[in-house]
């Protein structure tokens, strides 16, 4: 059974940094993209950061520049650093894990629970 377990969230000050984890039951080489999505309260799921096997990487615009995935498969652990925080960065952050490289949550089979990140002075 796969499980993704995210951890790292917390309440930050505008302009603070934060580093999100996502540690996979599995060896993460069976998923060829993994991605970071967050959803605030009243609206949709969004994808802020994917990345393929070979570190291929996509951001939206709206975080590019300050959000950097990373992936560990020795550690089987997806990273998101998150710098330069802006209050609208507020949500629950997910990790998830899919077989193609899309934005569309839908492609994407596991999910963990969620991390909340507050942005906030």
């Known amino acids: 059974q796969v499980q993704l377990v995210e951890s790292g969230g917390g309440s930050v000050q505008p302009g603070g940094s934060l580093r999100l984890s996502c540690v996979a039951s599995?060896?993460?080489?069976?998923?060829?993209?993994m991605g970071w999505y967050r959803q605030a309260p009243g609206k949709q799921r969004e994808l802020v950061a994917a990345v393929t096997l070979v570190g291929k990487t996509t951001y939206p615009d709206s975080v590019k520049g300050r959000f950097t995935i990373s992936r560990d498969n020795a550690r089987n652990t997806v990273y998101l650093q998150m710098n330069s925080l802006k209050p609208e960065d507020t949500a629950v952050y997910y990790c998830?894990?899919?077989?193609?490289?899309?934005?569309?949550?839908?492609?994407?089979?596991?999910w963990g629970r969620g991390t909340q990140v507050t942005v906030s002075s």
């Open positions: 599995v060896n993460i080489f069976r998923f060829y993209a």
């Open positions: 998830a894990a899919s077989s193609q490289f899309t934005s569309a949550p839908a492609a994407y089979a596991y």
